[in-house]
């Protein structure tokens, strides 16, 4: 029986490339700001999304609360659909670590639009309101199966936020999977934000971390909150080099990924109980089950098959692929899903 980890992009080993730049990566202590090979991802990345400075870090959580961080003051809040990974994955970050509010508006698949914005911003007069201070977006929406906004969406919305002098910032945990399908380049989409969170451990491969991009003075405030945080790392220019090599290998090959989650798609569609599929627009497939049967169950019943996925819902199932799924596997899964068309 063979095992196929669906659950994420996440559980990708490193390729023997990137091993090999690993193991040759020259370092120093990043706290006391030593390590080059940091210094050469940071520039780097910085570089790509038309930024002045970034900062590496452990994980995208720790980015995204750096950045909710340095953009308000408590009793602010932050616009963001309520799928958003910061509000549902990030252990309720904004309110510990920020202590500020989070406004949950409903999307399409998590994509805000700009009357979105503008119909949730607070009377900055009224007390009784916290200040809206900031937008944040996701892209792509991991909880809306992988959409992704265009440059003109994106653009509408950031438009429309700085007109009310609001700051923007986006979760671009696959922001890479998102500019495989638009085109566009990565320093368009930093033009409209003040900081973007990049991360490398997801689509592109890497064991570890992610980058906060933004002007010197932003990434200035992150390194103290960074430092609160305890994500100062030592020799980290080891995950580091992973990391280039993943910027540098790895971004074209992601519509193979995306090629591969739309034949997923089509086939959990033939199970005769899935009651829904979610566009497959990137890498990660979401489906809904007939509300018979429980995510958990089928999960269970995948596992049992040597298919590991994660419940996304009392209903929802979601897949997701990446550089460690062949097409073997593939067909793997078609094989073992057609053994459940009886199962419920």
Do not use: W
Request: hydrophobic share 40%; aromatic share 6%; charged share 25%.
């Amino acid at each position: 029986m063979m095992t196929v980890d669906f659950r994420s992009d996440t559980v990708t080993k490193p390729t023997p490339g990137m091993l090999e730049a690993m193991m040759t990566a020259e370092v120093g202590d990043d706290v006391f700001d030593e390590d080059p090979t940091i210094k050469k991802l940071e520039a780097k990345i910085a570089s790509m999304f038309g930024k002045e400075a970034a900062i590496y870090c452990p994980s995208g959580t720790m980015t995204n609360q750096i950045a909710l961080r340095i953009h308000t003051q408590l009793q602010d809040e932050v616009i963001c659909d309520k799928r958003s990974h910061i509000y549902l994955y990030e252990g309720g970050g904004i309110a510990s670590n920020s202590h500020i509010s989070a406004r949950l508006v409903d999307g399409d698949r998590g994509r805000l639009s700009p009357e979105h914005v503008l119909e949730n911003i607070n009377n900055p007069d009224d007390i009784h309101l916290p200040l809206t201070r900031l937008v944040s977006l996701e892209n792509t929406m991991n909880k809306g199966g992988g959409a992704y906004y265009t440059l003109a969406q994106t653009k509408a919305v950031s438009e429309a936020a700085r007109a009310k002098g609001l700051k923007m910032h986006l979760d671009g945990a696959r922001i890479f999977n998102a500019l495989a399908e638009t085109g566009d380049k990565p320093k368009d989409v930093g033009n409209l934000f003040d900081t973007v969170s990049v991360c490398f451990s997801k689509g592109l491969g890497a064991p570890v971390g992610s980058a906060l991009v933004g002007s010197h003075e932003h990434i200035k405030k992150a390194k103290r909150v960074r430092k609160v945080f305890g994500g100062g790392m030592r020799q980290a220019g080891f995950l580091a080099a992973a990391c280039i090599y993943a910027l540098d290998n790895h971004v074209e090959r992601l519509k193979i990924d995306h090629k591969k989650a739309k034949t997923l798609g089509e086939q959990v569609a033939t199970l005769p109980y899935v009651t829904g599929l979610l566009p497959v627009d990137t890498n990660i497939v979401i489906f809904e089950l007939d509300k018979k049967i429980l995510a958990t169950d089928m999960v269970t019943k995948l596992g049992e098959l040597g298919i590991l996925a994660v419940p996304f819902g009392k209903h929802e199932v979601r897949l997701v692929t990446h550089l460690d799924i062949n097409d073997d596997m593939i067909s793997y899964f078609d094989q073992a899903i057609g053994k459940l068309k009886s199962v419920f």
